[in-house]
């Protein structure tokens, strides 16, 4: 796994700069597979908008073209673009805090208070711990701890993606 960390953190650093011009945030780079390897770049717009098929193949054409140039993968890699979705992986600290209020599942690398997986409704982030309430407690989730996390598809979730209609 040693290559992949540092393929995909050559991959991030690389794409990152031209991501943020074209008014895009990098949400994750994933590689995973194992003759020929799937590179998933996960982006989000800076704007808030919905991220469309148009804007996918956009950042697929221009990190293409960086990644054909830098080369951070000596293997032949399919490219894939995709949004986070709505039930997207939270994977940067301010993710937590962003969606403060949201139920999402995390495991930890190690036990944290006894387990290494939680689910609750993320209270907030303090110091660099992540609270999260469960029905009966609330944990204290070091965010250095986190291996993965994940919002979970709830009807409140749903909610605060749907935009407002308009009325008459």
């Not at 953190?9 to 990152?16: Q, S």
């Not at 387990?115 to 993320?122: A, D, E, K, S, V």
């Amino acid at each position: 796994m040693a290559f992949e960390e540092s393929a995909i953190g050559r991959v991030a650093k690389e794409i990152t700069p031209a991501l943020e011009a074209m008014g895009y945030d990098l949400v994750r780079v994933h590689l995973s597979g194992g003759q020929r390897p799937t590179l998933q770049i996960m982006a989000e717009r800076r704007d808030g908008a919905v991220m469309t098929v148009d804007d996918c193949a956009r950042i697929s054409r221009d990190v293409s073209a960086l990644l054909d140039v830098s080369d951070p993968i000596p293997t032949a890699y399919t490219l894939e673009v995709s949004s986070p979705g709505i039930d997207r992986p939270l994977v940067r600290e301010a993710d937590y805090v962003r969606f403060s209020g949201f139920v999402a599942r995390i495991e930890t690398d190690a036990p944290v208070e006894g387990r290494r997986r939680f689910q609750g409704r993320i209270v907030g982030v303090e110091d660099g711990v992540v609270l999260v309430r469960s029905e009966k407690d609330t944990f204290r989730v070091p965010y250095v701890r986190i291996q993965k996390a994940k919002l979970i598809l709830t009807d409140d979730l749903i909610a605060a993606t749907v935009p407002p209609t308009a009325t008459n």
